[in-house]
């Protein structure tokens, strides 16, 4: 199939955007494609007016705010894999971003159309949840106002974003020294929807024992999923095989749609193989 009719503005600013998603019926955002137009073609979406918003140069800078990384929403997918600074400063992104489809998928796909997006499948929005990055959405009559990433996403494909709002630039904590990351996501073919998939960050003093931990899941719910419960680890330095029974814990809290025990085991190695995995950069660190 291909779209139906549909009118179409190529935004030359942000006030222009605003304008436009506050007047038009029926108007959506357009950045890199990747989700919108697959739905297009299948009629699942049936906007009445594309603002194209590729052009909006303003959106796609990055700044070193010290403890935090501000993103514009434009930021390309494949930059979060290749850009030194932010492969440094945010390297849980980096590694997730990597599961997402493939390398010319994530040289149009946009951060902030994948937040916007929601999809429970999505690596970014794990990423999003796992680090409380916070989302800046604006309106021509509203102004600004910020939403944590926790409640952000609400259900499948369905984000707390009204009609005449933009989401404009993501801010994204900065892990202290001691920490460590893990991302893993267990697909029948890379690049594909995983059967499950997990990100955590962990944190540790100078004798390794974890001083906070956040980990999550994806493909578990009808958003992504913060599973980490902080009092069964704080102050501990748990083994390898002590981490997957704590993982083995925290997937009890899974709401897969294909809710079997299989499904639940990939999930449980996905999780333990995350935190193994942050625990143990975490504390090569210190060193």
């Keep these: 199939m291909k779209p139906a009719a549909v009118d179409y503005v190529r935004a030359e600013s942000v006030a222009q955007v605003l304008d436009l998603l506050a007047d038009a019926e029926d108007a959506r955002v357009i950045a890199g494609g990747q989700?919108?137009?697959t739905m297009m073609n299948l009629r699942l979406a049936r906007p009445r007016l594309l603002v194209d918003i590729t052009g909006l140069a303003e959106l796609a800078r990055t700044f070193?705010?010290?403890?935090?990384?501000?993103?514009?929403?434009?930021?390309r997918q494949r930059s979060l894999e290749t850009d030194p600074l932010l492969t440094h400063r945010l390297p849980l992104a980096a590694d997730a971003v990597r599961h997402t489809g493939h390398v010319a998928i994530r040289n149009r796909g946009t951060l902030g159309g994948t937040l916007a997006h929601a999809d429970p499948s999505g690596e970014l929005p794990l990423v999003a949840l796992v680090c409380d990055a916070t989302l800046y959405l604006e309106s021509r009559d509203r102004g600004r106002r910020e939403v944590r990433a926790g409640d952000f996403?609400?259900?499948?494909?369905?984000?707390?974003?009204?009609?005449?709002?933009?989401?404009?630039?993501v801010r994204i904590p900065v892990q202290p020294p001691g920490?460590?990351?893990?991302?893993?996501e267990h697909a029948q073919?890379?690049?594909?929807?995983?059967?499950?998939?997990a990100g955590a960050l962990v944190t540790t003093d100078e004798q390794g024992r974890v001083t906070s931990v956040r980990a999550g899941l994806l493909h578990a719910a009808d958003r992504p999923l913060l599973v980490s419960a902080e009092a069964d680890v704080v102050g501990e330095s748990p083994s390898p095989e002590a981490w997957s029974r704590i993982a083995r814990s925290w997937v009890r809290a899974a709401e897969p749609v294909e809710d079997t025990d299989y499904v639940r085991a990939v999930a449980a190695d996905a999780l333990s193989t995350s935190l193994i995995l942050a625990h143990d950069r975490a504390r090569e660190e210190r060193q």
Excluded: C, K, Q
């Design 35 to 37: 989700s919108l137009i």
């Design 64 to 75: 070193d705010d010290g403890d935090s990384m501000i993103l514009g929403a434009l930021v």
């Design 153 to 169: 996403f609400l259900s499948y494909y369905t984000a707390d974003l009204a009609a005449d709002e933009l989401l404009t630039w």
């Design 179 to 184: 920490h460590g990351w893990g991302f893993t």
């Design 189 to 197: 073919r890379h690049g594909e929807y995983g059967i499950a998939g």
